[in-house]
């Protein structure tokens, strides 16, 4: 193998490598880069630029047209959803605590009182 093609492979290596690397972007970057794709018009070009896969773009833009769709609708979000169900599960909880807690009690009652009826040890 010449140099050329040897150059010309461990590139190529480097790039697929750079395309490769998770990258995390935050909510603001990823709005940006869907502002940019929706100026230029070329997806590809634009997910070159950032070391996305074109698809990475649409799943963006997919998303972000779906939680405005619910939004718009009054649809609560998934997590909203979540904490509402955790809600009721930590209310539900809490009235069995306090069934188990006032049970005790009147055990407790009901020993003291037969307790204090009978004496040990006279019988």
């Known amino acids: 193998m010449t140099e050329e093609e040897e150059g010309c492979k461990m590139s190529t290596e480097l790039r697929m490598e750079e395309l490769k690397k998770p990258k995390k972007y935050t909510v603001e970057q990823k709005l940006g880069i869907l502002r940019e794709w929706e100026k230029r018009g070329n997806g590809v070009e634009i997910a070159k630029q950032y070391g996305l896969h074109p ?48 049970e005790l009690m009147l055990l407790k009652k009901e020993t003291r009182w037969g307790s204090a009826g009978t004496r040990r040890g006279s019988g």
């Not at 009054?74 to 959803?81: D, Y």
């Open 55 to 102: 698809y990475t773009l649409y799943r963006w833009k997919k998303r972000l047209e779906q939680g405005a769709r619910e939004w718009l609708k009054g649809s609560k979000p998934r997590q909203a959803l979540a904490l509402q169900r955790l809600e009721e599960e930590n209310r539900q909880l809490k009235d069995t605590l306090a069934a188990v807690t006032q």
